[in-house]
C-alpha cells in the first residue's frame, strides 16, 4: 500500500498520454516527417518541466521518498556517443512508432502487440548491459 501513490502517478501520467495523442503512432510519425508540431510540443513541454523540476530539487535540496537527498552526477560529454545513441533510439522509436513511456502506455490501453515492442526494448536494455564496459564511452 505505501507504493500506491506511485500507481496513481503512473495512471494519471498514462491518462495525460492517451489524452495528449502522444501514444499515437500516427502523431509520431507526424513528427518524423515535419508534417505536424503537436509531438514537438509535448516534448519542448516534458524538457522545459524537466528543466524547472532538477533546478527546484538543486534549489530547495528536495530529497526522494525515502529521505536521501537527490544528486545529479555530470556527465562524460562525448559527442559520438550521444549521436550513435541518439540514433539508434530514433531509429527504434520511428520503426516501432513508441517511445519507453508511450509502449507502456500503449500495452495498458489494450494494444497487445505492443509487448513485443517492450520485450525487445528490454533485451536491448539488457544487451547493452552486457556490452556497456566494451563499448567507448
Known amino acids: ?45 516534458a524538457v522545459i518541466l524537466g528543466v524547472a523540476g532538477v533546478a527546484l530539487i538543486k534549489k530547495f535540496n ?14 562524460d560529454k562525448s559527442t559520438t556517443r550521444y549521436l550513435a545513441g541518439g540514433f539508434i533510439f530514433g531509429l527504434g522509436w520511428a520503426l516501432s512508432g513508441a517511445c519507453p513511456g508511450p509502449m507502456v502506455v500503449n500495452v495498458g490501453y489494450g ?14 536494455t539488457y544487451l547493452y548491459g552486457v556490452i556497456k564496459n566494451q563499448l567507448p564511452h
Not at 495528449?20 to 516527417?33: G, K, L, Y
Not at 528536495?62 to 556527465?75: E, M, T, V
Not at 494494444?111 to 536491448?124: C, K, N, R, Y
Open 62 to 75: 528536495i530529497r526522494d521518498y525515502q529521505g536521501n537527498p537527490i544528486l545529479f552526477n555530470p556527465k
Open 1 to 45: 500500500m505505501k507504493f500506491i501513490k506511485f500507481l496513481l502517478l503512473g495512471s494519471l501520467f498514462g491518462i495525460l498520454m492517451v489524452k495528449s495523442e502522444a501514444i499515437s503512432w500516427f502523431r509520431i510519425q507526424e513528427m518524423f516527417r515535419f508534417q505536424s508540431f503537436h509531438m514537438y510540443g509535448i516534448i519542448g513541454t
Open 111 to 124: 494494444f497487445l502487440t505492443m509487448i513485443i515492442v517492450f520485450f525487445f526494448a528490454l533485451v536491448g
